[in-house]
């Protein structure tokens, strides 16, 4: 069902991101998946860099995150073999690169948010969460997101 609506949302998920440095870009433990941050990995395996409130708006942070959030997708589909393994979002954390007046942090990090609504449904796809500004991110990537999920067997 999930892996149904990526195709009918016509979403183009990326490719897996690979690690760039020691840690493991998802851990499962038990009926929970831990995924690392996560950047606006593209296909073409650029990724979206920038400044909210210096050179990107709220509408090209939202993008961003909602490319984040695909490439999350990615990640998840790569390690489960299918999305219909998910059964909800639990947390999620969006970190924003952004200039110290820059206050809409929300705004953006919905990018991602309303991806995870529209794949997962309006219960299993909405979850707690948390969206903060920070000066400097890897890369000067414009968002890094990282989640929790439920998942079945």
Same mark, same amino acid.
């Given at each position: 069902?999930?892996?149904?609506?990526?195709? &009918?949302?016509? #979403?183009?998920?990326?490719?897996?991101? @690979?690690? =760039? $440095? =020691?840690?493991?870009?998802?851990?499962?433990?038990?009926?929970?998946?831990?995924?690392? $941050?996560?950047?606006?990995?593209? *296909?073409? @395996?650029?990724?979206?860099?920038?400044?909210?409130?210096?050179?990107?708006?709220?509408?090209?942070?939202?993008?961003?995150?909602?490319?984040?959030? #695909?490439?999350?997708?990615? &990640? #998840?589909?790569?390690?489960?073999?299918?999305?219909?393994?998910? !059964?909800? #979002?639990? @947390?999620?954390?969006?970190?924003?690169?952004?200039?110290? *007046?820059?206050?809409?942090?929300?705004?953006?990090?919905?990018?991602? *948010?309303?991806?995870?609504?529209?794949?997962?449904?309006?219960?299993?796809?909405?979850?707690?969460? *948390?969206?903060?500004? &920070?000066?400097?991110?890897? $890369?000067?990537?414009?968002?890094?997101? !990282?989640?929790?999920?439920?998942?079945?067997?």
């Amino acid at each position: 069902m999930h892996d149904q609506k990526i195709t &009918t949302l016509n #979403l183009e998920l990326p490719p897996a991101p @690979k690690p =760039v $440095g =020691v840690y493991k870009p998802i851990v499962q433990v038990g009926n929970l998946v831990y995924l690392s $941050g996560h950047g606006p990995l593209k *296909s073409d @395996k650029t990724l979206i860099t920038g400044r909210l409130g210096e050179d990107m708006d709220v509408e090209a942070g939202y993008a961003a995150a909602r490319q984040t959030g #695909l490439a999350m997708l990615a &990640t #998840l589909r790569e390690h489960l073999g299918s999305l219909d393994r998910v !059964e909800r #979002l639990i @947390k999620l954390l969006g970190l924003v690169r952004c200039t110290e *007046s820059f206050d809409a942090q929300p705004a953006v990090i919905n990018g991602c *948010s309303e991806l995870f609504r529209d794949v997962f449904g309006e219960d299993a796809g909405v979850a707690a969460r *948390s969206a903060i500004g &920070t000066n400097a991110l890897p $890369g000067g990537i414009a968002v890094e997101i !990282e989640a929790i999920f439920e998942v079945k067997g």
